[in-house]
């Protein structure tokens, strides 16, 4: 090697040394950046050239070191862990949330619950049969069934809107993950145009990595690797992004807790063609917005099985009261009903009361009588009645919630744990980012020092070695 070449040795150390400080100082300005993935520096020994002629030696010395590219120091095997644990904590997320939000609508126990307000309306009964003909008694009776029919009809309410809402925030993830999926193919062609060149397309990547993460906690969506540094994600066995092109979503079917379809997501390049989603929030709306169980097992949605509850209660109370008081006799004579359901409209909000004073009320079969009272008071404590049915669905959906708020709280934890593996892999160590820092300092200074010492000895050799012309 010439003493010149030696000058481009020191240099190439130089440059290698500047360009793994620059890294390392971009790591620590990123710690704290959401999905940074650090960096390294990965360089190569340049090699020698054979001395030719007179000056071989045998001995190649190298001609310095250069820079071969940044790494990225991600692992896929445990960025796959955290996205199949952002699906299922997706997933348990939505369904735990409309879980509670209907147990805490409940009231139950207390007093302002379903099941105070139908113990005061058989006790108001039960009163009347004690005192038949009493219009204070009777006044009571009315009013504790006019704030029955309104707890019932709310109760309904309630839940049509959960749905309605449910629906709304699954339109909203949605348009979501259009958004993420087009922005994800964007990236793709973002990154395969700079690796083609042969820059770094490392923060891209990351970029990328976030966006499909929030698409797996979003839909249950899996990342499928392609030979050209570009990634598919796919759907229910569909690519929702394929390389540089992205499909979109839409949800269709029911459009209100009344409808007996189920609602479906749906591609909209493919006009009635649904999407198999097994995870993510997606699936975790469209399991709450499932129609209710025909069979009446309580196992459909947990919204339209509320909205169903409490027809079911209103239907019961509106056959099993009516039954009772069309035996009795009114005060002024005739039979008639205490219910009525207005058509047109969902038994809970048609529930209505018909007697509007004492004169509507059939207490017994004439006089003081108080069978007929008695025995609709009796009513409470049918096996099938309001009661029993509103007990069990409390019962049901108190396990249901406390089933899915566990799940909740594992599947966070399992993303904690896989998120910390991932972090222990890839987040930024200031310790030995500061280490590093130091080390290629002192590669710096090193080659600064050889270039020094190179100039020095050319200094020497050119203008203190003998004297020329003379």
């Not at 939000?101 to 006790?123: M, Y």
């Not at 993830?173 to 990236?187: E, F, G, M, R, S």
């Not at 509507?360 to 108080?370: C, E, L, S, Y």
């Not at 009272?373 to 049918?382: E, G, H, K, P, Q």
């Amino acid at each position: 090697m010439s003493t010149f070449g030696s000058l481009n040795t020191a240099y190439s150390g130089l440059q290698a040394a500047r360009a793994a400080m620059d890294v390392v100082g971009q790591n620590i300005a990123n710690a704290t950046t959401e999905g940074y993935t650090r960096q390294r520096v990965t360089q190569s020994p340049v090699g020698s050239v054979a001395a030719q002629g007179v000056f071989r030696t045998g001995v190649n010395i190298g001609q310095g070191v250069q820079l071969t590219g940044i790494a990225r120091l991600g692992d896929s095997i445990l960025d796959t862990r955290v996205r199949n644990a952002a699906s299922t904590m997706g997933y348990w997320e939505v369904a735990s949330a409309a879980l509670t939000t209907i147990e805490v609508a409940l009231n139950e126990p207390g007093e302002n619950g379903l099941s105070s307000t139908l113990a005061d309306f058989w006790s108001a009964w039960q009163n009347v049969a004690n005192n038949a003909g009493d219009p204070g008694r009777s006044a009571t009776l009315l009013a504790q069934a006019q704030q029955l029919t309104s707890r019932i009809a709310e109760g309904y309410t309630q839940a049509a809107n959960g749905w309605s809402n449910a629906r709304l925030s699954a339109e909203a993830t949605v348009q979501t993950v259009n958004d993420a999926a087009a922005k994800i193919a964007d990236l793709n062609a973002q990154i395969r145009s700079t690796r083609a060149s042969g820059g770094s397309a490392n923060e891209l990547i990351d970029q990328r990595s976030v966006l499909a993460t929030s698409l797996a906690n979003s839909t249950g969506a899996t990342v499928r690797e392609n030979t050209d540094n570009t990634i598919d994600l796919v759907l229910g066995g569909n690519a929702l992004v394929s390389g540089t092109s992205a499909r979109t979503l839409h949800v269709g079917g029911a459009t209100a807790v009344t409808d007996d379809a189920p609602v479906v997501i749906t591609w909209d390049s493919k006009v009635g063609a649904t999407v198999d989603v097994n995870g993510g929030k997606l699936a975790g709306y469209l399991a709450t917005l499932a129609p209710a169980d025909d069979a009446g097992n309580g196992t459909g949605g947990p919204w339209a099985e509320s909205a169903a509850l409490y027809n079911s209660l209103a239907a019961k109370l509106h056959e099993t009261v009516n039954a009772a008081h069309e035996t009795g006799t009114l005060p002024g004579g005739g039979t008639g009903a205490f219910f009525a359901l207005t058509p047109g409209v969902p038994f809970a909000r048609g529930l209505t009361v018909l007697p509007t004073d004492a004169s509507g009320i059939a207490a017994g079969t004439g006089g003081r009588d108080g069978s007929v009272a008695d025995t609709i008071a009796a009513l409470a404590a049918s096996p099938d009645g309001a009661d029993a049915r509103w007990s069990r669905y409390v019962i049901q959906v108190g396990v249901l919630s406390s089933t899915a708020i566990q799940q909740s709280t594992l599947s966070v934890q399992a993303t904690t744990v896989a998120s910390t593996a991932q972090s222990s892999q890839s987040a930024v160590d200031m310790d030995e980012e500061t280490t590093n820092l130091l080390m290629y300092q002192h590669a710096y200074q090193g080659a600064a020092r050889v270039m020094t010492a190179i100039d020095e000895m050319l200094d020497v050799l050119i203008n203190r070695t003998g004297l020329v012309g003379r």
